[in-house]
């Protein structure tokens, strides 16, 4: 069987950009498949390229022969051939990166060793070393070293990263790696996956799955019983097993939003934060029992009841899920006190912690292509930063896009309320671009600034998707405009739940 590699791992592999290996697709000389390619049309299509190490495939070919020959056989036998040479190029290239970065320490301290030394030689000392300081941190920032990790702790994370079970789930084909302490369950959702499940204890069954290769092993009670002919098939939970081998499971999984069911739920607050004058952020917990299953973009009702209002009845809105898909025990929502809002007011005079508040949803189709091979554009105005959030965090658990761009627009400095969160994914990740833009709330000077941006910054945007949450009359305006720069229509995707603070016409 040919092996298929994604087109991050497929640039890897030869040595090329992945933006060159875009190009080929675009040319028609390279065939992609769900945002796959396959080696032998690879090697056709880049007959020239060199490996990073020559005799690489070679011996992964060789291992995976020698070592996992019966995996190979079919789709329900185990750990597949591709799982593990995606493992191994991976740990490859953290190897190279680590000894880049020793490399690049051994400088840092020959040059503050020097710098040391002409402190001793030089007059005035006290200027001197303000000078070291200034270059110290100047250089370690440059590096963006957070932490250091040790040649045997990096091998360490190494090997047991490569020893974790890899589940791959049909017929979606998406892979995760499942650590032993985490059930089935818990590692899928972690991935970004939007895997079938209910009460999460057990209970409900609606995270049934048949394993068609691989062992696993039950860690919690379940009150769930299955038939006698469920048993001979290999059904389980997730939520109550975990993986002891790499594992091929059949399960139900929500490529679109029209998988995901309309769901009642009654959950807690769990904190309410005012974070400036224009907006607030609203932290929710659902029952272990009832988890919200959402896509990442998607908007919830929310209904505060009339215990909590004294109103006749209750008083509800509607907003973007802020938080992750992989973090289904908190639910974020950034609620914006714009023209009086009654639900906002409501929130920050009358409710307090541990206060039920009532869920309905998810709505929304402003959720992730997964399948696409672009790079990523997002485009937010004020608090519809929430859905941009979501999103962007479900593709860095994905891992799928090469490069993740980031504009923030606003009217003032300040309602960029979650600036540090956006520098710090700036700062880092290699492949993460932040840009904050503050500018005259008209639709005209937004639109005309975002374009600007975008031509200067990005030469070629028909390899780019673009989602963009903003009010509904910038949307269509900047429609025509990203078609006019080479956008394609079916790579834009607007947010058409607009919450935020509005712009001028």
């Known amino acids: 069987m040919d092996r298929h590699l994604s087109l991050s791992q497929a640039a ?65 036998e185990g750990a597949q051939v591709d799982a593990l040479s995606r493992r191994l190029i991976k740990m490859n290239q953290e190897l190279a990166d680590e000894k880049s970065r020793a490399n ?27 000078e070291c300081k200034d270059w110290f941190h100047s250089e370690v920032r440059n590096l963006e070293i957070e932490k250091m990790i040790t040649p045997i702790e990096q091998m360490e994370r190494q090997i047991k990263q490569f020893m974790l079970p890899h589940v791959r789930l049909l017929p979606s084909r998406h892979d995760f790696i499942s650590d032993k302490s985490e059930t089935l369950l818990e590692s899928a959702l972690r991935s970004g996956l939007a895997v079938d499940y209910g009460c999460n ?130 639910l974020e929502f950034h609620i914006p006190l714009h023209n009086n809002s009654l639900f906002g007011q409501t929130l920050l005079e009358k409710v307090k912690t541990s206060d039920s508040i009532n869920l309905l949803g998810p709505y929304g189709s402003f959720v992730l292509d997964e399948d696409s091979p672009n790079s990523l554009i997002f485009v937010a105005w004020d608090t519809g930063f ?78 780019f998707d673009l989602y963009i949450a903003a009010p509904g009359h910038l949307n269509h305006l900047l429609k025509p405009l990203l078609l006019a720069n080479g956008v394609k229509s079916e790579n834009m995707h607007f947010e058409s739940t607009f919450h935020g603070d509005e712009i001028e016409d």
Request: proline residues 4%; aromatic residues 4%.
């Open 201 to 330: 204890n057990g209970k409900c069954g609606k995270c049934k799955s048949k394993v068609l290769s691989g062992k696993v092993e039950q860690v919690s009670h379940q009150d769930y019983v299955f038939t006698e002919s469920e048993k001979a098939q290999g059904y389980i939970l997730t939520c109550s097993n975990r993986a002891i081998t790499d594992v091929t499971l059949e399960t139900e999984e929500a490529v679109s939003a029209d998988d995901i069911p309309l769901q009642s739920i009654s959950a807690k607050v769990k904190k309410i934060q005012s974070i400036n004058e224009h907006a607030i952020i609203m932290s929710v917990r659902p029952p272990r029992s009832q988890r919200l299953r959402f896509l990442a973009g998607q908007y919830i009702e929310l209904s505060l009841p009339e215990k909590i209002t004294a109103k006749e009845a209750p008083i509800t809105a509607t907003y973007s899920i802020a938080s992750c898909p992989c973090e289904p025990s908190n």
């Open 104 to 130: 690049r320490m051994e400088e840092l301290i020959d040059g503050l060793k020097h710098r040391l030394m002409a402190i001793n030689i030089n007059d005035d000392r006290e200027h001197a070393l303000d």
């Open 12 to 76: 890897r592999l030869i040595g090329v950009k992945r933006g060159d290996i875009q190009k080929k697709i675009q040319e028609n000389k390279l065939r992609v498949m769900e945002g796959t390619v396959t080696l032998s049309d690879l090697k056709e299509a880049f007959p020239d390229a060199q490996y990073e190490d020559n005799t690489m495939l070679e011996k992964v070919e060789k291992f995976m022969r020698d070592a996992v020959h019966k995996m190979a056989q079919s789709e329900r």
């Open 386 to 463: 929430a859905p941009i959030k979501s999103l962007i965090e479900h593709a860095m658990s994905l891992e799928n896009a090469d490069t993740i761009h980031l504009y923030w627009m606003s009217r003032k400095v300040e309602d960029h309320y979650m600036e540090n969160l956006c520098r710090a994914w700036n700062d880092a990740l290699d492949n993460f671009t932040y840009t904050p833009i503050v500018l005259e709330p008209k639709t005209d000077v937004v639109a005309e600034s975002l374009i600007k941006h975008l031509h200067s910054e990005h030469k070629h945007l028909q390899n």
